[in-house]
């Protein structure tokens, strides 16, 4: 109830151009009843042989639901879908100012992808809630109760039947079909996605299957699973077969029981011979409006579904947190993590213990170790992205909780291989570094970040469709274009998560000296597994396991004869 | 044959079914004409004869049963056709599934995976809404007209013709608005997909933004861009709406018409009424089946398209698969063998440059031998060669002077374990993992081979032991792991010949030491190619190969190719410059 309460609030905003589009719908099958009543009226007037003059009101009345029929559909239709779209957007708008206001702790979890999917399915689910349920409903509603009362004026019994037959149709069947199918439906989705999974699996390992002669095996095993799921399918379709058929009856039964009970009325004269032709064909005609109804029962279900989800993911409570009030101009003078414990699931390898060390401006701090040592989320613990178990991140002596993210983040630029280049321009993309930049200033980033030939050679330059995601573009120009953003970004501190690993040899190393030659006054975290450059920094930190092992300069590691040693021994050993 | 008639003689294949969706689609539809001309009846001897509901009783009760019927068929119908989609989608399964097993990985290559994942899925679903509503009812649509024609114009020839005329225009129109619209749509498409993709590269981008400091801004952005997509949808929906409208104006106007035009007639006393009410009850059912054809046209669209790419995939050719069921005596650990690459070459279709240049070389028995060359050489297509996954162009390769395209495939292969540089395990117990080239093997035999693998260890901390799943269960191997969980697999067939793509250097200095231990073990007694990464295989090599764009450039040990001063060095001291 408290969904379908939230679901309609949405809708608060477009009350009055609901309204028109059910007046629309309500015309649209008011005219298609209309229609066959006229007609029965004329035809049946006729037959009595009266002046032309007598049939001239209901002749116009034909012509004109013939006509007007469409029209209202065709209206009706465009102002729906234009009322969908505003819900759409309103909803969307919604729910991306929920996101950006909560903690982002979530939106960096590993099934992130998973997670927008169903955002984006959920989304699309709602925008329907409107054109599928609400109206529906309401029109199906205000026909069937006019209908039988008009029915009912001439002998209460008709308004019963076709009332009690319009409601039968369009509200206990649609229900009873979904009681039966949801648990089959349910188990048919189960198996569609396990089939899914299965053949992505196959296809993806088939160059292993066929080397061992198991790929016919694994093929049949797919497609016992694909008829398993066909059975059920099968049993879907015979009770979608029975809803038809019953359907069908209920319309034709409904009609057979208004001449049932209308053929004495005329008989005993209460009614006209006229007006029975007329019910028979309203009655058959009315049957219209709750032929979207099973549909929308379906929709409603959905949709309830979906906004029960969005609406948890969506609503927080707001944390009114009060933050250090600071200086417009402040920058930290140092960056200090202490002691930071950091676990970030029970499942998760990565983990983090008693980290700490000083970032100041003009040093440089490389953070070395095997992928999946949780260097990353060092990143995320100073972005403020998550939020550390125990230690803490110092900027001054402030502790950064204390301060308002936002200012945190305005104090470091980051590359990092998972930076998000976004399907839009190319100025687009780098104006987010600095929306005031001007072109001179985006050239100069480009050539830092050797992308000036790449450059010279894009027709529409700074206008470029980079793609979704900046896909249109190689790895390596994907990851220069996230360098000269964060040039642009000109922070006071640097953090570098494996900055150029996807780049060729020869511009990896010119990017290198660019960045540390440009931000040499400023501070810079350096992750990395590749050894080259760290005769530039000032200290080394070894990560294994969550631990730093081994810390010191280049020389000091080298001489240690540790684990630092041993792993240029396994560099070297590699031919690439 | 084109699509169509394809998919038709599909219909068509499944016996019986196919005519009896027909059969009783047409009974269910063409009994209206009986419920019509019963109700017409009625209403005319009561209202006209004012006969009693005691003497139209019967003409009720018989319309009941006729009611009954239709409502019977109609239910038959659906389910049959509901049957006859599942049936052919699963043949067509089948059919498919054993065509990308015939053409093998190599078809598979690049970015066609996730293609073909679409069309075996989607594509498969969509033919089903082709078989279950959308070919039911364009027959339906070809046959209830007709026959409500060969009714109706006995009875009344004006009509008759208005039916006539009228009817054509409803596909008439469909085609003709389907297609302006369309055109239309196409136009606004790019526009329409970029600015519905924004949202969801909006959230998905979420953390950058925030990091960049411009999420705030962001959200006024998608504002103003749900505003600009409102308004380019709704110019395509006033377009694409009109067909239906044409569709719903046709039908309506001509029931109007009709309508208009025999009570005319009947005012004139040029008609009976029972004929004209009839008609007028018939004209609605007259147009029915073709504007539910037009709300189906969409199903009908996608299933046909749908076609298209499945039937493109079980046409394309494939090449090279003589097949051979010669049992030939399969090699063992004990014989002695040569094999002769006598220049080979090898070019993929889709690229134009040849893989594989005329390569001669030759592997002996119980020797090691290392491919080395920079990304993109051809080593790998080397080892596909091997494996059969691709055939020679030209050239052949031989083994003990027999090209090896004249043994059986599965033969050739089982006498070959291959160990790729990324291990694919799959979403089934390790056991299963471990024994995939032959269920039969014992649980014994599998643990010898994890303890040779270096996983003892591994298998005892596991809390099922051999029957874990290995990627539900939130058991997360490290990379070494899974790669020795292959080599397992290796150990276990226990092929003479050894393939392998070396995985390339990890951080980890404990895992990588188990996994050359175990890989040593693994090499020793066997014929092994493998594609190096390592300093160490290739010093251990009895002989290596230098491939440079498709070619073998040098081969020797490596102290003879060091001695040379040529390619390999380059190789060697670039890959030390860069770490």
Request: with cysteine.
């Amino acid at each position: 109830m408290k969904t379908t309460y939230k679901l309609l609030r949405f809708l608060k905003p477009f009350v009055w151009e609901i309204c028109l589009s059910v007046l629309l719908g309500i015309a649209t099958i008011g005219s298609g009843i209309g229609l066959l009543g006229t007609s029965a009226f004329l035809i049946a007037s006729a037959a009595l042989h009266p002046s032309i003059a007598d049939l001239q009101v209901s002749i116009v009345g034909v012509r004109f639901f013939g006509i007007s029929r469409a029209g209202f559909r065709y209206l009706e239709r465009l102002v729906s879908h234009s009322v969908n779209l505003r819900v759409l957007s309103r909803l969307r708008e919604w729910f991306y100012d929920q996101v950006e206001a909560s903690p982002p702790e979530e939106l960096h979890s590993r099934k992130v992808g998973d997670l927008l999917n169903r955002v984006m399915g959920d989304l699309e689910t709602l925008e329907n809630f409107y054109v599928r349920v609400v109206s529906p409903v309401v029109v199906a509603v205000v026909v069937s109760a006019g209908v039988s009362m008009f029915m009912g004026i001439f002998d209460a019994r008709l308004g019963l039947i076709l009332v009690t037959g319009l409601a039968v149709n369009g509200i206990l069947l649609p229900i009873l079909s979904i009681l039966l199918t949801r648990p089959l439906a349910k188990k048919m989705l189960e198996m569609r996605s396990d089939l899914s999974s299965r053949t992505v699996e196959w296809l993806q390992g088939l160059e292993v299957l066929q080397s061992s002669g198991s790929h016919t095996r694994w093929a049949e095993a797919i497609l016992i699973k694909g008829r398993e799921g066909s059975s059920w399918q099968t049993r879907i379709s015979t009770l979608n077969g029975i809803n038809s058929g019953l359907s069908l009856l209920l319309l034709n039964v409904t009609v057979l029981a208004l001449m049932w009970v209308a053929i004495p009325l005329v008989t005993q004269g209460s009614i006209t011979g006229v007006s029975l032709a007329v019910f028979l064909l309203m009655g058959m005609a009315s049957f219209e409006s709750v032929a979207g109804l099973p549909q929308a029962a379906v929709m409603l279900n959905a949709s309830l579904e979906a906004g029960k989800r969005l609406f948890e993911l969506g609503e927080r409570q707001e944390t009114n947190k009060s933050f250090e009030s600071l200086p417009e101009s402040w920058t930290p003078s140092h960056v200090e993590v202490r002691g930071l414990c950091f676990e970030y699931s029970a499942e998760e390898n990565f983990q983090l213990k008693e980290i700490s060390f000083t970032l100041k401006p003009s040093t440089k701090i490389a953070l070395v170790g095997s992928s999946g040592a949780g260097k990353t989320s060092l990143i995320n613990l100073i972005l403020q992205f998550w939020k550390p178990q125990e230690g803490s991140i110092f900027l001054d002596q402030m502790e950064s909780s204390r301060v308002d993210p936002y200012r945190v983040r305005s104090n470091f630029a980051l590359i990092s291989q998972s930076t998000t280049l976004f399907s839009a321009s190319l100025r687009e993309n780098l104006l987010l570094g600095n929306p005031q930049a001007d072109d001179q200033q985006l050239l100069e980033v480009l050539k830092l970040a050797e992308l000036e030939d790449w450059f010279s050679r894009l027709p529409q330059g700074f206008e470029t469709w980079i793609g979704d995601q900046g896909l249109r573009l190689s790895g390596g120009e994907r990851q220069r274009v996230a360098i000269a953003r964060a040039l642009l970004q000109n922070r006071p501190y640097l953090l570098l998560d494996e900055p150029v690993e996807n780049l060729d040899p020869t511009t990896r190393k010119k990017i290198m000296t660019t960045l540390f030659n440009l931000f040499s006054d400023r501070g810079i975290l350096f992750i990395t597994h590749d050894f080259a450059w760290l005769d530039q920094v000032d200290e080394i930190l070894l990560l294994q396991n969550g631990i730093i092992l081994e810390r010191g300069t280049l020389k000091e590691l080298e001489q240690s004869g540790g684990r630092y040693s041993e792993l240029i021994v396994l560099q070297n050993q590699s031919l690439d | 044959m084109n699509n169509n008639a394809r998919l038709i003689q599909k219909a068509r294949s499944t016996g019986i079914l196919f005519p009896l969706i027909v059969l009783f689609g047409f009974l269910a539809g063409g009994l209206v004409v009986l419920q019509s001309w019963l109700l017409s009846e009625v209403i005319s001897k009561v209202f006209l004869a004012k006969q009693t509901l005691a003497q139209v009783l019967s003409l009720l009760q018989i319309a009941l049963l006729v009611v009954l019927a239709r409502s019977i068929f109609t239910f038959i119908n659906e389910t049959l056709a509901g049957k006859l989609a599942v049936k052919i989608k699963d043949s067509l399964r089948e059919e498919l599934f054993a065509k990308i097993n015939r053409l093998g990985p190599s078809f598979l290559k690049g970015e066609k995976t996730g293609e073909l994942t679409t069309t075996a899925l989607q594509g498969l679903d969509a033919l089903d809404a082709f078989f279950s509503q959308y070919l039911p009812q364009i027959l339906l649509a070809a046959l209830l007209p007709v026959t409500i024609l060969v009714v109706v114009f006995p009875m009344d020839v004006l009509t008759g013709i208005v039916f006539v005329i009228t009817a054509p225009l409803i596909p008439l129109f469909m085609i003709l608005i389907g297609k302006l619209s369309q055109n239309h749509t196409q136009r606004q498409w790019i526009g329409l997909s970029r600015l519905g993709a924004y949202f969801l590269d909006t959230l998905q981008g979420l953390s950058t933004l925030m990091q960049l400091g411009q999420s705030k801004a962001r959200g006024d952005r998608i504002r103003q861009v749900s505003e600009r997509y409102r308004e380019v949808t709704m110019n395509v929906f006033k377009i694409t709406f009109l067909s239906a409208f044409v569709l719903e104006m046709i039908a309506t106007i001509s029931t109007a018409l009709v309508a208009v035009e025999i009570g005319l007639r009947l005012l004139y006393g040029n008609m009976e009424f029972q004929q004209a009410f009839f008609i007028l009850l018939i004209a609605p059912e007259f147009y029915l089946p073709l504007r539910n054809l037009s709300v189906r046209y969409h199903a009908g669209m996608n299933g046909l398209s749908a076609a298209s790419r499945i039937f493109h995939l079980l046409d394309t050719p494939e090449v090279g698969t003589t097949i051979s069921f010669i049992e030939k005596e399969t090699i063992t650990l004990e014989d002695k063998f040569t094999i002769d690459f006598q220049k080979v070459s090898y070019h993929y279709p889709e690229n134009p440059e040849t893989a594989i240049d005329f390569i001669d070389l030759q592997l002996e028995s119980g020797r090691h031998y290392a491919l080395v060359g920079e990304s993109g050489a051809g080593k790998s297509t080397l080892a596909l060669l091997m494996l059969r996954f691709i055939t020679p162009e030209t050239g052949r390769i031989l083994l003990n002077g027999e090209d090896i395209q004249t043994w059986n495939l599965d033969q050739w292969r089982s006498m070959i374990a291959w160990v790729p540089q990324k291990a694919n395990l799959f979403n089934t117990s390790l056991l299963e993992n471990v024994r995939l080239d032959d269920p039969r093997f014992s649980e014994e035999a599998v643990h010898l081979s994890l303890e040779q693998a270096g996983l003892s260890d591994f298998v005892k901390n596991l809390p099922d032991g051999l029957e874990t799943p290995l990627l539900e269960s939130g058991i997360r191997l490290s990379g070494g792991e899974a790669q020795r969980v292959v080599l397992a697999r290796a150990f276990l067939k226990n092929a003479p010949i050894v393939v392998m793509d070396e995985p390339t250097a990890h951080l980890d200095i404990d895992l990588e030491r188990a996994f050359i231990e175990a890989s040593e073990r693994l090499q020793k007694g066997r014929t092994t190619l493998t594609i190096a990464h390592r300093l160490a295989t290739v010093r251990g090599a009895d002989q290596i190969f230098v491939i440079n764009r498709g070619r073998l450039v040098e081969e020797g040990t490596h102290a003879e190719l060091i001695a040379l001063k040529g390619g390999y060095l380059n190789l060697l001291e670039s890959a030390r410059r860069m770490s």
